[in-house]
């Protein structure tokens, strides 16, 4: 597999993305602008013709537009407009300071976790945390989910990210000669217009008719460990968000993920805690959310 040395000049890791300058240009002159440096559009508009005299209207047109798009250069003009159309957008989600969030120590304070004190259980949205790194549940050609406006996480992050993302994803699948990532390897990419620095992507079990296997759980196991690792290799990664890996369309049962992905950190954390400072789990429902807790809560290591 392709190691972090072998690609990280290849997409400019290293490299800061510009914030946008000051632009007084509207959010409609930025969309058409946009959708207007972008080739081989697949709609056009004319089903429905309102849909064009709103903003909201051409902003799901262009999500939808670059969630299908083919990785390649972007016109440098329709560039700059995403970049800030983009640039709005995290402020109108609003960010989280993950460094702020209620640590897991203060929260369930009688559970035996190793690493309640640097553990954060936060039940929110992946876009708005202001964090160096967060892992993004990958599809296995790594370049994002082609589904127009679909909620997967894989999308949600894809599209604040922007398009910029896809291409360093289909560069390092180039890198590497591989047209699928193995489950349980890990990839960083800058997190672009995300309030994260970076983008971990791994690939997680894809759990057939309902029966989890070993290797299913080795997997799963994988992609916290080795996105650790990854984290770990890159020194100004100090706070790492992970979402339930594999829990949602790869149906793996959410308490056995939850054991698998607390011990996997708990190890990694015993081995080379020194390394991060911050470790957040985000999840998506109260549901969730309360499994994680029990399990955290009773936890014998």
Not at 83 to 94: A, C, D, S
Not at 199 to 219: A, L, Q, W
Request: overall charge negative; glycine content about 6%.
């Amino acid at each position: 597999m392709l190691s972090l040395s072998e690609y990280k000049d290849a997409i400019k890791l290293s490299e800061p993305f510009p914030v946008p300058v000051d632009d007084t240009r509207s959010t409609y002159d930025l969309l058409m602008t946009a959708l207007g440096g972008l080739p081989d559009k697949h709609y056009t508009g004319t089903t429905s013709m309102a849909h064009l005299s709103t903003d909201d209207g051409l902003t799901r047109w262009l999500e939808a537009e670059l969630a299908l798009r083919e990785p390649a250069p972007l016109n440098p003009v329709a560039s700059r407009a995403i970049n800030t159309l983009l640039y709005r957008q995290v402020g109108e989600h609003g960010r989280v300071e993950a460094i702020n969030l209620r640590r897991v120590h203060d929260l369930l304070p009688q559970n035996d976790f190793g690493q309640a004190s640097d553990t954060v259980l936060y039940r929110g949205d992946m876009r708005q945390l202001v964090i160096d790194a967060v892992v993004n549940t990958a599809l296995p050609s790594l370049t994002g989910c082609r589904v127009p406006l679909h909620g997967c996480l894989d999308s949600v992050l894809h599209a604040q990210a922007g398009p910029w993302m896809r291409n360093d994803c289909a560069k390092i699948m180039e890198m590497q000669g591989l047209d699928e990532e193995p489950p349980g390897n890990a990839k960083v990419t800058r997190g672009y217009r995300l309030p994260a620095k970076y983008v971990i992507h791994t690939v997680g079990p894809n759990v057939k008719d309902g029966k989890v296997e070993e290797h299913d759980r080795e997997n799963l196991y994988n992609c916290y460990w080795n996105s650790l690792e990854l984290a770990g290799k890159m020194p100004d990664i100090r706070s790492i968000a992970f979402p339930a890996i594999a829990t949602g369309y790869n149906a793996f049962p959410i308490r056995e993920a939850a054991q698998i992905a607390l011990d996997a950190v708990n190890n990694w954390m015993d081995a080379h805690g020194q390394n991060l400072d911050l470790i957040v789990f985000s999840v998506q429902g109260e549901e969730d959310a309360l499994v994680y807790a029990d399990v955290l809560n009773t936890w014998i290591d």
